[in-house]
C-alpha cells in the first residue's frame, strides 16, 4: 500500500525559511510525478509545485523563492521555502502520480506571521 508522509510545516516570521520533506513509501515504482499542492481557508487547493519527466513547473506566486527537489533513490519530494509571506500560509499536501494514479499525503500546516 502507498503511504505518502509530509514533514517540515510550522510557524514562521515573514521573510523566513522552510523546508518540507515528503517520504513515499509501498511502491517499488519510481513515481512519475510528485509535487505540492497547498490550501487555505476558504480557498481551493492550488499547485505550488511539481517535479517530474525532467521539468519542474512553478505557481507564479511562488517563482523565485521556492525550489522543489526529489531524490529517486530515497522516493522523497522537498520544498525549500524562502522568503515566505503571510499569504503562503496554508496546508501543504505532497503528492505522487504513479502510474496512472494518484495519492496524497494528510498534509502539513504552514503558518507565516507577519
Known amino acids: 500500500q502507498v503511504q505518502v508522509v509530509e514533514s517540515g510545516g510550522g510557524l514562521v516570521q515573514a521573510g523566513g525559511s522552510l523546508r518540507l520533506s515528503c517520504v513515499v513509501s509501498g511502491t517499488g515504482v519510481s513515481p512519475n510525478a510528485m509535487g505540492w499542492h497547498r490550501q487555505s481557508p476558504g480557498k481551493q487547493r492550488e499547485l505550488v509545485a511539481r517535479?517530474?519527466?525532467?521539468?519542474?513547473n512553478y505557481a507564479d506566486s511562488v517563482k523565485d523563492r521556492f525550489t522543489i527537489s526529489r531524490d529517486n533513490t530515497k522516493n522523497t519530494v522537498n520544498l525549500r521555502m524562502n522568503n515566505l509571506k503571510p499569504d503562503d500560509t496554508a496546508v501543504y499536501y505532497c503528492y505522487v502520480r504513479i502510474g496512472i494514479r494518484e495519492y496524497w499525503g494528510q498534509g502539513t500546516l504552514v503558518t507565516v506571521s507577519s
Open positions: 517535479i517530474g519527466s525532467g521539468r519542474t
